[in-house]
């Protein structure tokens, strides 16, 4: 099956720092999410992003479908910003296959 | 008004017993879905449920088994609890089974079976 692999998979930042978060899959897929797990333990959809670039607000997302990753980009990070960051694909059931996460920690 | 609801939050059980947690989306979904999230943060699907149609990940056990009595409603019962049981259970809802348009989590119900 697929494989999905996030790095790093902790990150500690200063406020106000920039960062960049890696997802690498194992097979071509046509279905990236990205999703953001607060401390609280809310999960959100952050993008749907099969290949391209999308942006909202100080987030950003990339996805290089013939080389198998995509990029989330977090500019001028808050503390706000703190969580777990998933990636995740479609297999052929139409289920999300995850990976492990990259936890960022945001010093203020 | 809250999109994906699950109660309860937090379920404390004894070895052996019988639990359900309820889940309801008020979105207009057509595709409900059940993850467990372990310790180690790692999520895992266990069922999706579309238009009558119940996709289940294998390396669920059958001690495991959703109730869909209505588009709006999956419910997650669980028999014979295990220790290892313990866990965070999210349900999910997306407009449709691809998930194009996203996905909408509940709030989690965290399972301590002791």
């Known amino acids: 099956g697929i494989q999905v692999e996030q790095s790093p998979p902790d990150l500690i930042l200063q406020e106000g720092a920039n960062s960049t978060l890696r997802c690498n899959f194992s097979d071509s897929v046509n279905n990236l999410q990205w999703f953001h797990q607060n401390p609280w333990g809310q999960l959100i959809n952050l993008f749907y992003i099969p290949s391209g670039t999308k942006q909202n607000g100080r987030l950003s997302a990339t996805t290089v479908a013939t080389e198998r990753y995509s990029l989330l980009y977090i500019s001028s990070s808050q503390t706000t910003d703190s969580g777990v960051y998933f990636c995740?694909?479609?297999?052929?059931?139409?289920?999300?296959?995850w990976g492990a996460g990259t936890k960022l920690i945001i010093k203020p | 008004d809250t999109a994906v609801s699950q109660t309860p939050k937090y379920l404390v059980t004894q070895m052996g017993n019988d639990k359900s947690i309820k889940c309801e989306q008020n979105l207009g979904h057509d595709t409900m879905y059940w993850y467990k999230q372990d310790s180690k943060k790692f999520l895992k699907i266990m069922f999706s449920y579309n238009n009558k149609e119940l996709i289940i990940n294998e390396t669920v056990p059958n001690r495991f088994s959703p109730k869909s009595p209505d588009k709006a409603h999956l419910n997650l019962h669980i028999n014979s609890l295990e220790l290892g049981d313990s866990a965070v259970y999210f349900c999910?809802?997306?407009?449709?089974?691809?998930?194009?348009?996203?996905?909408?989590f509940g709030s989690g119900t965290r399972l301590t079976v002791v």
């Open positions: 995740a694909t479609r297999d052929s059931n139409y289920q999300l296959i």
């Open positions: 999910a809802s997306s407009q449709e089974a691809t998930g194009i348009r996203g996905y909408t």
